[in-house]
C-alpha cells in the first residue's frame, strides 16, 4: 500500500464539503474497493482526521462504509491551529524534583538548602521566572531569585535586563 497525500486531501475535502454529516465511501473521490484506497482511508482514521464504520469480511479486504470529518480533521485543513490555538492554553508538565536537580549544579552553594525552604507560591513563582529566560541567563537568575536571605527578589526583571 502506498499513502497518496492527494487522495487523502480530496476525501478530507469531500467530508469537509457535507460536515457535520457524513459520507458513503462509494461517494468519494478516487473511490475503489482496492487496498491503496481502503488502506489511505483507514490511515486518516488512525490520525483522527476522520471518523468511520467499518467491514470486515473473510477474505476481503478490510472495508469502511461512510465517514465524517473529525474536528482536527477540520482544524487540519484549515491549518490555523485549531480552536486550541485560540481558547491558548497549553498544559506543560514536568517533575519539579527533575527541574530543580538540573537548576542545583553545585551541591556545595547552598541552593538546594534555599530551593528546599520556598513555600509552593514561592517556588512556582520563581519556576514561571526561570522559564521566562534563556538557558544561558538561568543560572545568574537563580542566584538573583535566591538572595543571601533565602527570600525571593521580585526586582529581577529590572536587574537582569541590564
Known sequence: MELNRKLQYDILVALRDVYPDSLLVSAM???????????NLFYLQEHEVIAGGDIREPGQCRSMVDAQITKKGLDFLADDGG????????????????????????????????LANLNASELHDMLLKLLRYSTQRQPELLATL??????????VEKELSR
Do not use: T, W
Not at 473521490?29 to 488502506?39: I, L, N
Not at 481558547?87 to 530543580?100: P, R, S, T
Open 29 to 39: 473521490p478516487g473511490f475503489s474497493h482496492d487496498r491503496e484506497f481502503m488502506g
Open 83 to 114: 480552536l486550541e490555538a485560540i481558547l491558548g492554553e497549553q498544559m506543560v508538565k514536568f517533575e519539579i524534583n527533575d527541574l530543580l536537580e538540573a537548576l542545583v549544579v553545585d551541591p556545595e552553594n547552598g541552593n538546594y538548602d534555599r
Open 146 to 155: 535566591l538572595s543571601a536571605n533565602g527570600s525571593l527578589d521580585h526586582g
